[in-house]
């Protein structure tokens, strides 16, 4: 729901969510996120100091934030990353803090993040195959992320979610398999369809895998009742097991672009004010924020970029893949899903 005094983008849509990377290092390999052989790291002095990143947060809470997701990279490779959830988790207005993994070293951090003031966390986990998940991430780390999964509810975080990127010849033998999982433990779970995220993953569109087809899957083996979202802006689609079953939810930013609804801006690790996913440049706050800008001047800046936003480019996307010339995702440079952030 928009509030009155909730400031607007130029399509009418306020900020409420925003995605904070606190790293760009990452312990995976992922093919679809980092497929490069070679990558530049974003020098350490370049990354934004805690004290900074807090400095953000309370600066947008009066512009309309509501929820705040810690990304990297793999944020938890971040040093004292519990000490920067328990800063934030104390800013009057805040009401969500929540964190996306790829689950390695959630297990033994769970508790404290919990006690830190974390509430809720997603886990990246693409297949339950061994050999599968080490040709994904390039790593043989699967037993540590379903450790991680379990940590995470036993330290009562709720709700603990799946997040399952779906691609067609990888992965997508899996959907109904995941769901199981998940149903078995207790797991929400969101699945993805692949998107052209960055530049460097080779994306083309016979790889993605359909909401539509994700459905088809499901239903064959589970009776679904649709559930919609739980905010207009949520980029999943709910739907429920009838006589109980896993939380499910469809992302698909591909086939049904939900521009319209978008209430997410995003900080990446140095400091850049994204307003959309597949932005190919942001705004940079390191600056002022070095520079000793006052308050008062920062929260102007955060004010007028948002207001000046016009981000729509899954529906760009969607409208260049149905057009007689086709979809060329080569030609827009794009952030890479490394410096950005989920």
Known sequence: M???HDLLDQRHRPLHDLRISVTDRCNFRCTYCMPLDHYDWIEKREILTYEEIERLVRLSIPLG???????????????DLDKLIQRLSQLEGLDELCLTTNGVLLGPDAEQLRHSGLRRVNVSLDTLDPDKFERITKKPNLPK?????????QAGLDPVKVNMVVERGVNDDEIVAMAQFCSEHGFALRYIEFMDVGNANAWNLDRVVTKKEILATLGSHFDLQP????RSSDPATRFQVRGGGPDL???????EPFCDNCSRARITADGKFVTCLFSQDGTDLKRPLRDRTTDE???????LIWTGRTDAFSEDRLRAILSDHGYQPQDRHKIEMITLGG
């Open 249 to 255: 939810g469809v992302i698909a930013s591909v086939t």
């Open 2 to 4: 928009i509030a009155s």
């Open 297 to 303: 001047d920062l929260g102007a800046l955060l004010r």
């Open 65 to 79: 934030v509501q929820k705040v997701r810690l990304t990297g990279g793999e944020p938890l490779l971040r040093r």
């Open 227 to 230: 559930a919609g979202r739980h």
């Open 145 to 153: 992320v379903l450790e991680g999964l379990r940590a995470a509810q």
